[in-house]
């Protein structure tokens, strides 16, 4: 049974760059693709990147001039930074596992608060 | 871009019923669809993929039709753990549907 287990700062300023990362527990990491989607509050979702266990990314077009998505195999982790964050950016921000673009194991979720 | 709409953007039923969502794309997308349910303060789970299979471990009362432009996700005797917010994707891009947030009376 796979886990995803996130962590991240929640509270950033304007300008600042947010960086969280995933970990996954249990489960095959190089067989999938592994995501990083939003949802601002009381708002749908929206996909921001994705990325493969040999470094293989694929990103949002809105966001791609400010998103880098890393991948760490060594400790099956990846990583999401965002930059240039403005109150626009606040979300709850969710990692998740991907296959043929279908995530079917996600990560609990961490608030990200943009605030001046 | 392909976009997805979705139909109703609430509804409100009773225990026992039926609950018909319908997601329309902005063209064809064959059988490039999934369903997925989300509860308040939870991440999203996988309902149903390629249209109509269901995801391992979700309750048969769940299914999924369609193809091409038009699909629908029915509840067949809506139980109170099935209140939450339903989104419908585009399986073979990233974009996903509105939302249409199901309440129990």
């Known amino acids: 049974q796979v886990q995803l287990q996130q962590w991240g700062a929640g509270l950033l300023k304007p300008s600042e760059t947010l960086s969280l990362t995933c970990a996954v527990y249990?489960?095959?990491?190089?067989?999938?693709?592994w995501s990083w989607i939003r949802q601002p509050p009381g708002k749908g979702l929206e996909w921001i990147g994705e990325?493969?266990?040999?470094?293989?990314?694929n990103y949002n077009s809105s966001l791609k001039s400010r998103v880098t998505i890393s991948v760490d195999t060594s400790k099956n982790q990846f990583s999401l930074k965002l930059s240039s964050l403005t109150a626009a950016d606040t979300a709850v921000y969710y990692c998740?596992?991907?296959?043929?673009?279908?995530?079917?194991?996600w990560g609990q979720g961490t608030l990200v608060i943009v605030y001046s | 871009d392909i976009q997805m709409t979705q139909s109703p953007p609430s509804v409100s039923a009773s225990v026992g019923d039926r609950v018909t969502i319908t997601c329309r794309a902005s063209?064809?997308?064959?059988?490039?669809l999934a369903w997925y349910q989300q509860k308040p303060g939870k991440a999203p789970t996988l309902l149903i993929y390629?249209?109509?299979s269901l995801q391992s471990g979700v309750p048969s009362r769940f299914s999924g039709s369609g193809s091409g432009t038009d699909f629908t996700l029915t509840i067949n005797s809506l139980q109170p753990e099935d209140s939450a917010t339903y989104y419908c994707?585009?399986?073979?891009?990233?974009?996903f549907g509105p939302g249409t947030t199901v309440d129990i009376k």
């Open positions: 994707q585009q399986a073979n891009s990233f974009t």
């Open positions: 063209q064809d997308i064959s059988s490039w």
């Open positions: 390629a249209a109509s």
């Open positions: 249990g489960g095959s990491f190089s067989g999938y693709y």
């Open positions: 990325i493969n266990h040999s470094g293989s990314t």
């Open positions: 998740a596992r991907g296959n043929l673009q279908l995530w079917s194991a």
